[in-house]
């Protein structure tokens, strides 16, 4: 079974549905029935779930993709929302099985101190004892804790751990949190030394699960001022969800017991699994892949290889570069919760359809991580990005660009390395889908061009995105084939103009402002007329001295020749 979801190497913006099927069947009902519940969307229920469970198994199970490359089940979320989009009350619904579970190991905690207070009080001053003092109740749930707290906690080895954190800001602003975080993540042993107390705290293999939240004025004022935070790794670390901004819909809609009472049941045994016989005590269990996952594996290493490598922008290529380890993750805490909702022992091999589920999870995340990028950090806005902007609006004015035009703009004639630039934000901007190239041969067979112009076929189909009304000659056509935001407008009468302008001998060399002003007709709209024009095969395209030129097939056999 073979996966081609990471082969694209354009960067897809646009917001897709939460892959809800790649969830196992308890685990999904619980997320749909607590977003219809709350009145949200489920992508906040569903991070928070995956994060919450990861959290129930991270310090047990790991998954060994080779003998340098293994990884636990630390899952990291951040969820992106202003306030009044449900953030909180998904938190509490999907972590109460966490804390239901610490506050049976706090009452466990509790009646043994005071069976010990007992017991002292019970002893003659005749015959004292010494009864040592029962140790700290085990953390696993923990809330806005300090990065030198958290190590400490971890160096006591608790069965698991989550941890929540309600504004993350605070975490972006600490160099040192930061680099603890990083190493947590990585599994990389942490020395810390203080100058209270004791010296020194160590924790060999740290691992632990993460969600927070954040608003996206303060996300996009700390990437803004700090892009290191990408480029260090950091944010690539965690997987980005971003749900529409709308308010919190009242429903009358409860969750219904049988779907909490799995999902509680879930969590516990996950929490307790430790003490079963999948696990050598003080030991995680490993699991592999299975012989066909691991050909799902090579394939997707491949293609995240080649897209990396791609990629136009240095933050697109850091977030791309941790794809591989939350694949892996995702795959590991799929295998696990898929055979403990069935009531069976986990096996010690992931299955190539599990490792599939794993990669669509990836893949949605990657979009979000993406989509976060280029909504928060503006890369290929034009509002505030001067030099995509005269990229646009030449293309506007000329139906394309190459390179050579773009050196006379003010924009890049200004910087420091103009061609550098200009390379670097076609780059860009090719990734992010938003310009599309082709190769256009020197009429005399000398060296030829590249030109660039505005995507003119839906990614999907690979056919101009128009649509025709079929009621008369007044038929309204819409495309998305000129820069413009809003879709151009023109009716058949005026796609006829143009074509028989065009057809007419005499008229066999047309750029888009002869036929403006010669029919009178607003310049984008001749663009997208053109453009159409050009996609269904009624003219051809290409140019003469840097400019381009429109023409009919069938007006002169001449033309055609000193085109090409």
Same mark, same amino acid.
């Given at each position: ?35 219809? %519940? ?44 202003? %306030? ?115 010296? !020194? ?43 529409? /901004? ?19 049941? !879930? ?7 430790? *003490?079963?016989? /999948? ?69 010690? *091999?992931?299955? /190539? ?30 509002? %505030? ?107 058949? *009468? ?62 002169? /056999? ?7």
């Amino acid at each position: 079974m073979t996966s081609n979801l990471f082969s694209r190497t354009a960067v897809n913006v646009e917001r897709f549905p939460f892959p809800l099927d790649t969830l196992p069947p308890k685990l999904r009902r619980f997320v749909e029935e607590a977003a219809d %519940s709350i009145g949200i969307d489920p992508d906040f229920i569903a991070a928070l779930v995956l994060a919450t469970t990861s959290g129930a198994i991270v310090q047990n199970y790991e998954i060994r993709l080779k003998q340098d490359f293994i990884e636990r089940a630390a899952i990291w979320m951040i969820l992106v929302g202003k %306030s009044g989009v449900g953030k909180t009350p998904a938190v509490k619904t999907t972590t109460a099985p966490f804390l239901a579970y610490q506050r049976y190991l706090d009452d466990q905690y509790n009646e043994a101190i005071s069976a010990h207070d007992q017991a002292m009080e019970d002893c003659s001053q005749e015959q004292p004892i010494r009864k040592p003092m029962p140790s700290a109740p085990e953390q696993i749930l923990l809330d806005n804790v300090t990065p030198e707290a958290l190590v400490e906690i971890l160096s006591n080895k608790p069965r698991s751990c989550l941890v929540l954190q309600d504004e993350l800001s605070s975490i972006f602003m600490s160099r040192h949190g930061r680099n603890s975080l990083l190493s947590i993540f990585s599994g990389i042993p942490i020395r810390q030394n203080r100058k209270t107390g004791q010296k !020194l705290t160590v924790v060999h293999e740290p691992a632990m699960a993460f969600g927070g939240g954040i608003q996206p004025a303060v996300l996009q004022q700390e990437l803004s001022r700090n892009k290191n935070l990408i480029l260090s790794g950091f944010l690539p670390r965690f997987l980005f969800v971003m749900p529409p /901004d709308k308010p919190v819909v009242w429903t009358e809609m409860e969750i219904s017991h049988e779907a909490k009472d799995d999902y509680h049941r !879930l969590i516990k045994t996950l929490l307790e699994r430790c *003490e079963c016989d /999948d696990c050598t005590p003080g030991k995680p269990f490993v699991v592999v892949l299975s012989d066909s996952a691991k050909q799902v594996w090579q394939e997707f290493r491949r293609a995240n290889t080649v897209e990396e490598s791609e990629i136009g922008f240095e933050e697109g290529r850091a977030m791309l570069a941790k794809i591989p380890t939350h694949v892996a993750r995702m795959a590991l805490l799929l295998h696990v919760v898929e055979h403990t909702e069935l009531g069976n022992s986990v096996p010690p *091999e992931v299955s /190539d359809q599990t490792l599939s589920s794993a990669l669509r999870l990836t893949e949605w995340f990657r979009n979000e991580s993406m989509r976060v990028l280029v909504e928060l950090l503006g890369m290929g806005s034009r509002a %505030s990005d001067p030099q995509a902007t005269a990229i646009f609006d030449m293309i506007g004015k000329n139906g394309d660009v190459c390179k050579a035009d773009l050196h006379n703009s003010r924009a890049f004639r200004s910087l420091h390395k103009p061609a550098e630039a200009i390379d670097a934000k076609l780059s860009e901007l090719l990734a992010l889908g938003q310009l599309e190239s082709r190769y256009v041969k020197h009429k005399d067979g000398g060296r030829g061009m590249e030109v660039f112009y505005l995507p003119t076929t839906d990614s999907d189909s690979g056919t101009p995105e128009n649509t025709e009304k079929n009621e008369g000659s007044t038929a309204t056509v819409k495309t998305n084939l000129c820069m413009d935001d809003d879709p151009s407008e023109f009716t058949k *009468e005026d796609e006829e103009a143009v074509w028989d302008y065009l057809s007419t001998d005499g008229h066999c060399y047309a750029t888009v402002k002869d036929v403006s002003e010669v029919l009178k007709m607003p310049y984008q709209k001749t663009i997208a007329i053109l453009r159409n024009l050009n996609a269904e095969n009624r003219v051809v395209s290409g140019r003469v001295s840097r400019k381009k030129y429109y023409v009919a097939p069938q007006s002169t /056999d001449v033309c055609l020749e000193e085109l090409n």
